[in-house]
């Protein structure tokens, strides 16, 4: 894999990682993937199982893979690997409390020991998690723990966050807490990555790049992801349904009274954009 010089973007250019076989044939983890990624920006990873979400995301990430080739330039997102959470967090976690956590993750960053501790208090306060900051793993939920994670992982200051599916093992409220860290992250100037086959996760406006076989399928809005151009409502699947992935209940919904003529774009999102849109289609004599 060759180096290209600077740009700020993260940049990857045609890069392809094959993996062998059993049988010693060779089969493409990744094809020909052309991504960039801005400073700052949020992006959506989307995919079934084995369409190559982890495999892009840790190249995102920085982290070594054998085999790759290609060209990329790791832009704002520095040479050293940025933080990488997963599915769970039990895998990274490495002291016994979140504030031993957090001052762990401080230590390995060389931050000068002074002013480690007055990070942590400052991190824990950001995190939302001072009031668990010295419970025990074993006496926090996975809810707590992926929360735990996310603040050691974003304890130095950071350009960049790939989140791996890390909600996937988290009931609603703890996806929303933990999204809701990422959020804030991002608000704070972080690019984030954020892997996931919850699509409910997504909004319309955010960016979608959606993974089949290794390669990119699409890469545009939420909307269009899940609802197709609006030129082609009711024609054929839309892209979430031709990487195989089922839209959320309110989307579908939406999608067929769209297809019935009922609604029109853009679909309504939150309660009140429902409420209003069905108040509207009340009030249609029949
Ligand atoms: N370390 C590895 N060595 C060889 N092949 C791998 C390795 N990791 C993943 N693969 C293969 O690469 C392909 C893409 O896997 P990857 O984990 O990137 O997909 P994914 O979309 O993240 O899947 P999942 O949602 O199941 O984690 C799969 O066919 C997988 O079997």
Redesign the pocket.
Known sequence: MRQSTYDERLILKDVS?D??LDNGDS?P??QQIDFELSPGEWVNIA????????????LLAGLT??GVQGTWSRGFAGNGPSPYVMQQPDAQLFAETPREEIRFALEWRGMPPHEIMLRTEEILTFTGLSAIGDIPWNRLSGGQRQLAAVAAASAGETSLIVF??ATSMLDEQSMVLVQGLAKKLHQRGTAIVW?T?RLQEMTSTARVVA?LG?SIVFDGKGEEFLYGSEEQVGQGPTPCQTVGLRLPYLSALALELGRLGKLKRPYPETKEEWDQALARIEAVPR
């Open positions: 990682i993996r062998l089969s983890r990744l995919g079934v199982n084995g369409s190559g979400k982890s495999s892009l995301a840790r893979i054998e791996d599916e892997v086959q993974m290794g």
